[in-house]
């Protein structure tokens, strides 16, 4: 982990990553939690998605699905390392656009 990388909001990585992803189940919502580094700043990071009618129902937000689905995730990186030249409104990451592959049917909840 370093500060030396420089945000960079036109960087992507395109190949889907393998992250380990964590689901968690309460009442009709999963979220489905995504965890590793970054491939382009190094940094481990973590993305959350929810799914279910719950939220969906109170509006929910753009992009929302009702279930996990195979098709892969695009987040920008969320790694809570200060890289040097991140635009204040920004919180997280390096700027990056990543690709995580979807969670594998055992990542599902226990039912
Ligand atoms: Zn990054
Ligand atoms: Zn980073």
Redesign the pocket.
């Known amino acids: ?3 030396a ?1 420089p945000y960079d909001a036109d960087a992507t990585h395109t190949t889907p990553l393998t992250f380990e992803w964590t689901c968690v189940a309460s009442g009709d919502e999963v979220s489905y939690e995504a965890t590793g580094n ?1 491939p ?4 481990a ?1 973590t993305r959350s998605w929810t799914f279910g009618q719950h939220l969906l129902a109170k509006g929910g937000f753009l992009g929302r699905r009702d279930e996990p689905g195979p098709q892969p995730y695009h987040t920008l ?1 969320r ?3 200060t ?1 040097l030249g991140r635009p204040p409104q920004e919180e ?3 700027g ?1 656009l990543l690709v995580i592959a979807p969670p594998t049917p055992e990542a599902g909840p226990a039912s």
Do not use: E, K, L
């Open positions: 982990m370093t500060t990388i970054c382009v700043c190094g940094c990071m990186c790694c809570r390392t890289h997280f990451g390096c990056a």
